[in-house]
């Protein structure tokens, strides 16, 4: 049974695929200036999502002031000395929510899928929901997603027309596989981490997730995946 969380409303756009399936029944609406976007965690992860998010914006809070991937009860004396060398990488948190008290699990995945429709078409009219049963990152602090070789993520996403009628049902699953990248400055569309991140975080396997969710559905589409700056 999935436990429904927070919904969010936002600017959306999908690809080819489901401009297909959606068809005529999308015609006999007028796009409507935002589209659902519905984020929903099994009873399992939804019971401890306010423990996850707490880790998460502790953890968000000190990589913005120090570019270090650390809780602020693991900094170190010299902890700012990444600070002005990583200072031209628009990291990917950091580019979804410029104001940190906005970031939490649940807007993470939104923001991202919500960029990625945007992207994909603009005048999407209908709705995605996406349901997350299972979450696993290697060495996360809470340890009801801890997991100790690798991580990984699985779900299902289901998409509605305008009408309310089902067009897309499927099931997805990954692994974290980012690019890697070395650089000093980055800017371009992915979505950067630091290389802790990938077994800290929850941000790098959000972001593979919904690259895969985007391009399952629109298989024309690159969407936007984890990069690690190292």
């Not at 999308?26 to 992860?45: E, G, K, N, R």
């Not at 998460?56 to 270090?68: A, G, I, T």
């Amino acid at each position: 049974m999935m436990n429904k969380t927070i919904k969010r409303q936002g600017r959306k756009g999908v690809t080819r695929t489901l401009a297909v399936a959606i068809g005529l029944s999308a015609m006999a609406y007028s796009a409507p200036a935002f589209a659902d976007v519905d984020i929903q965690f099994s009873d399992q992860l939804a019971t401890y999502m306010g423990d996850i998010d707490r880790a998460e914006k502790d953890h968000e809070k000190v990589f913005r002031k120090y570019r270090v991937e650390s809780s602020s009860y693991g900094l170190k004396p010299r902890a700012g000395v990444n600070k002005s060398r990583r200072s031209q990488i628009e990291w990917a948190n950091e580019r979804l929510f410029p104001n940190v008290d906005d970031y939490n699990v649940e807007a993470l995945f939104t923001a991202m899928l919500d960029r990625g429709l945007k992207a994909a078409d603009p005048n999407f009219a209908g709705k995605l929901v996406v349901s997350i049963n299972k979450m696993r990152i290697s060495d996360f602090p809470v340890a009801v997603i801890r997991l100790s070789h690798r991580s990984q993520i699985s779900g299902t996403v289901k998409v509605y027309d305008a009408s309310g009628k089902l067009v897309a049902d499927h099931k997805v699953t990954t692994s974290l596989h980012p690019k890697r990248l070395a650089a000093a400055i980055y800017k371009g569309p992915d979505y950067a981490y630091a290389p802790l991140a990938q077994s800290t975080r929850v941000g790098p396997l959000a972001a593979q997730f919904t690259e895969k969710v985007l391009e399952t559905l629109y298989p024309k589409y690159d969407a936007p995946g984890p990069v690690i700056i190292n």
